[in-house]
């Protein structure tokens, strides 16, 4: 026996049902000739289409009110149906079936369509729904990364408030009560615990100086120790000088060799580094290799190329420590020909380049190139007085101090009182402090109480005892 199923006014699908059971909701009025009726092979068909079927109204639920049969009488009856599955058209092959009333507005044809895009449009606001928890699930993600702050720019942050204090390293003792100092350690903390070799470093050098945190020499050992087993050339060279010196570690100068070495090769290769980032327009990696270049490590020494560097960094308004100013103001001078500028960039150059720079601008008559020239202990005697003598000459107080002297002792001039109390004088007029206790010696036998005066001036109060010695005859010991 074959089993139906009809669709009611929502749409729903009844079922299943025998034929007797059809017959009574026709005549109850549950079922109208419009219902859908659908077989178990999966035809459909209007129950109107079904000859045999009667079709009452309901007014009342349980109360059956009969009209007149509507019959078709080229439709087949259910029994035939039932007995001899005459095939029904699908529903998206028939154009006369009306859908089910809730679809009423749609086309036959469409129906399916229909139904397929609504499942579409609820696949889509659940992915959309889902994209826009995503999207905000990666903006959040985003907004972590553009607000963490990378451990090289903490560091570089740590430096700058070291810059704007006026020195270049945390190793100064005057920072330690400085109300800044917290705020640098904090930083290079950070740096640190984010894995910054460098910023290991400078946190060593907070601990073993008490800047920011209290002074613990142990800790701060031991952090020089690890940056330098993260192979920051900075710790690993301060480590070498540690080892050299006998500071803080057992004297070992093979060890402190091995280590000066490898700091050497660490400082090539964060040259290259540098360049990389300073060519990026990275102001603090400008300023550092500008930095380097004036050391030499790791490098000659180079003010041009230091220059080159420090001029770019200056460019991102970045505040230069006290030291790479005067530079940078020395370098300008130096370049226009200002002899006194060239003397004193002299000291960023490496001893044989600075000397021959030194030489040169001597030959040019300017004193204080002569008086290095005349303090230069590789050169002959002979030569060094030759020079002191044309810089005192110049009335240069320092070189008029070391040509008395040098009359005074008979180094590498003939011994003469005379000339070296001439020079001494001419030195103490324009109140060379390094004369007053060369007077004290001179005077001292000859005429005590000027060399107690010389001696007063030189190194302040002279005590009862020293001036006893000095008119015994014998030489101060202060």
């Not at 129950?47 to 019959?71: C, D, H, I, R």
């Not at 002792?409 to 007053?436: H, T």
């Amino acid at each position: 026996m074959a089993n139906y199923y009809y669709y009611d006014k929502n749409n729903q699908k009844i079922g299943p049902m025998n034929v007797a059971t059809i017959r009574n909701l026709a005549l109850s009025g549950v079922v109208t000739p419009d219902t859908i009726i659908e077989l178990d092979s999966g035809q459909v068909a209007k129950a109107k289409m079904f000859k045999n079927l009667k079709f009452g109204t309901s007014t009342q639920q349980g109360t059956n009110v009969y009209n007149e049969p509507l019959v078709n009488e080229l439709a087949p009856t259910i029994s035939e149906i039932d007995s001899t599955k005459t095939e029904v058209s699908p529903i998206s092959d028939r154009k006369n079936i009306t859908p089910p009333p809730i679809l009423s507005h749609i086309q036959p044809k469409k129906y399916l369509s229909t139904l397929y895009s609504s499942w579409t449009s609820m696949r889509f606001l659940a992915i959309l729904g889902t994209s826009i928890l995503g999207g905000i699930i990666l903006l959040l993600i985003l907004l972590f990364f553009l607000l963490k702050t990378e451990p090289e720019t903490l560091r570089y942050r740590g430096i700058a408030k070291l810059v704007e204090l006026g020195n270049t390293s945390p190793n100064m003792k005057n920072f330690s009560e400085n109300p800044e100092a917290k705020k640098i350690f904090q930083l290079f903390q950070k740096a640190a615990d984010q894995g910054d070799s460098e910023a290991h470093f400078y946190l060593a050098e907070c601990y073993l100086n008490g800047i920011g945190i209290s002074k613990d020499e142990h800790e701060g050992i031991d952090l020089m120790q690890k940056a330098a087993s993260l192979n920051c050339a900075e710790a690993v060279s301060q480590l070498g000088s540690w080892y050299f010196l006998g500071i803080h570690v057992p004297k070992n100068i093979k060890k402190a060799e091995e280590l000066a070495t490898k700091a050497d090769e660490l400082f090539v290769e964060k040259i290259k580094i540098l360049r990389t980032k300073a060519k990026k327009e990275n102001g603090y990696a400008q300023i550092e290799l500008g930095t380097i270049y004036l050391s030499g490590k790791g490098t000659q020494k180079d003010i041009h190329e230091a220059y080159k560097w420090l001029e770019m960094a200056e460019k991102c308004e970045i505040t230069f420590p006290k030291d790479l100013t005067t530079f940078m103001s020395l370098y300008r001078k130096y370049k226009n020909g200002d002899l006194e500028a060239m003397v004193d960039i002299s000291k960023y150059l490496d001893d044989e380049d600075a000397e021959q720079m030194i030489m040169e601008i001597a030959e040019k008559g300017h004193a204080e190139a002569q008086y290095l020239m005349g303090m230069n202990e590789s050169l002959p005697a002979q030569q060094q007085i030759q020079w002191l003598q044309k810089a005192a000459e110049q009335n240069h107080a320092n070189a008029q101090a070391a040509l008395g002297c040098k009359y005074m002792l008979g180094d590498g001039v003939k011994y003469s009182d005379e000339l070296a109390e001439k020079w001494l004088l001419a030195a103490a007029k324009q109140n060379c402090r390094d004369s007053y206790f060369s007077l004290g010696l001179l005077y001292r036998g000859s005429n005590n109480k000027k060399a107690i005066e010389w001696f007063q001036k030189a190194g302040g109060e002279v005590s009862q005892e020293c001036i006893q010695e000095i008119e015994s005859g014998l030489h101060p010991e202060n």
